[in-house]
């Protein structure tokens, strides 16, 4: 390995993951033995190593020339397949608010001063929202950031949007922070947000939120819809829907105190 051709960024990388691979075929090793198998000289191995361990993936074991993994890979793979379960669970209830209301629905999550949809279902008419998975969208100005951060301290809404430039995507874009703060009072006291044409022009949205086993909100499910189909009078119909699915993702995925019936 020492000798490939391969652009440096990628042979580092290479050089991480086949340490990991020998780390997690034999429960500790040593410095000369683990450089000796992979075929790189002992001080890169021990570069590599003190970094990694530096990160929280690898334990040295009493300052011994023996080094094991920890339990932080499995934390990232276990929040993996929490979304996976997620996305499939959210599924289910999207196509039946879709059924019911052929419009398009989102499932969001936090990406750090952001959100992000990690699933969607499109509206069946031809006028309706344009959005994709892996697209992300800021937390002021949309229904799911609203319900993302609803539940949050003070002090973690100011630091997470403590670099966010507040852009005015149309004349009823929230301008600040405290703005926002105010907005999220009655988020959390009703249990959904809205999105009154915040985002974009002519488009309302309507989320919920959607809690892990611990009770902490780590998605939100949203309907939008143009406004030229929006009816005020339809809202507690919508939030009737997305708290539905919302109360039956959180159960299954082990919260069973949904806040709203």
Do not use: W
Request: hydrophobic letters at 35%.
């Amino acid at each position: 390995m020492e000798k490939s051709t391969q652009p440096e960024s990628v042979s580092s990388v290479l050089k991480v993951f086949s340490i990991l691979q020998a780390l997690g075929e034999q429960k500790d090793i040593g410095v000369s033995e683990l450089s000796q198998r992979l075929m790189m000289s002992k001080a890169t191995t021990y570069r590599f190593l003190q970094t990694m361990k530096t990160l929280g993936y690898i334990n040295q074991e009493n300052e011994a020339d023996k080094y094991s993994l920890t339990l932080k890979l499995f934390e990232l793979g276990s929040k993996s397949l929490e979304y996976v379960d997620l996305v499939t669970l959210a599924d289910k209830e999207m196509r039946l608010i879709s059924e019911q209301t052929n419009e398009a629905l989102h499932l969001g999550t936090l990406d750090e001063s952001a959100i992000i949809y990690i699933h969607k279902i499109d509206s069946n008419y031809s006028l309706r929202m344009q959005s994709k998975i892996g697209r992300r969208n800021p937390l002021y100005s949309t229904a799911i950031g609203k319900v993302l951060l609803a539940e949050r301290e003070e002090s973690f809404v100011r630091n997470t949007l403590y670099d966010v430039e507040f852009i005015k995507h149309t004349e009823k874009t929230l301008e600040n922070t405290d703005q926002l703060l105010s907005e999220l009072k009655v988020v959390k006291a009703q249990h959904y947000s809205e999105d009154n044409q915040e985002q974009e022009p002519g488009l309302r949205c309507i989320a919920a939120p959607i809690y892990d086993r611990f009770g902490s909100v780590i998605a939100g499910i949203s309907i939008s819809l143009p406004t030229i189909r929006f009816d005020e009078k339809r809202i507690p119909y919508y939030v009737d829907l997305l708290h539905k699915a919302g109360k039956s993702i959180s159960s299954q995925l082990g919260y069973k105190n949904y806040p709203a019936n």
